[in-house]
């Protein structure tokens, strides 16, 4: 069992920057995909960014390349998400997921199919 927890959400201007983490107990993760969603109510979970198990290769939503960043450390467990240039559509609860079903693999990372286990989502509100 895997358990995923965000943090670093909150209110910030457009324009500013903030960062979310997310980080993983359990079993190990190192050798997994994770990604970020977000979420606004009433709409469908988006893709925002993922990154594959080494580290290497880094997957953005055309909506945030430029100006986010995905990040982990295997061995701290973690997976960051730098957000700047931070607009007010980019308002929504945003979620941390771990692809354990396909080990060294980012086949389909960019699909919420892909991820079976999620965290309890971070909102961030980015005010105009």
């Known amino acids: 069992q895997v358990q995923l927890v965000e943090s670093g959400g909150g209110l910030v201007q457009a324009g500013g920057s903030l960062r979310l983490s997310c980080a993983a107990s359990?079993?190990?993760?190192?050798?997994?995909?994770m990604g970020w969603f977000r979420q606004v109510l009433g709409k469908e979970r988006e893709f925002v960014a993922a990154i594959s198990w080494s580290g290497s290769r880094t997957y953005y939503s055309d909506s945030v390349k430029g100006r986010f960043t995905i990040s982990r450390d295997n061995a701290k467990r973690t997976v960051d998400l730098q957000m700047d240039s931070l607009k007010p559509e980019d308002t929504a609860v945003y979620y941390c997921?771990?692809?354990?079903?396909?080990?060294?693999?980012?086949?389909?990372?960019?699909?919420?199919?892909?991820?079976?286990?999620w965290g309890q989502g971070a909102q961030v509100t980015v005010s105009s």
């Open positions: 359990g079993r190990t993760f190192s050798g997994y995909a």
């Open positions: 997921a771990l692809d354990m079903a396909n080990f060294r693999s980012t086949l389909g990372v960019k699909s919420p199919l892909a991820y079976n286990y």
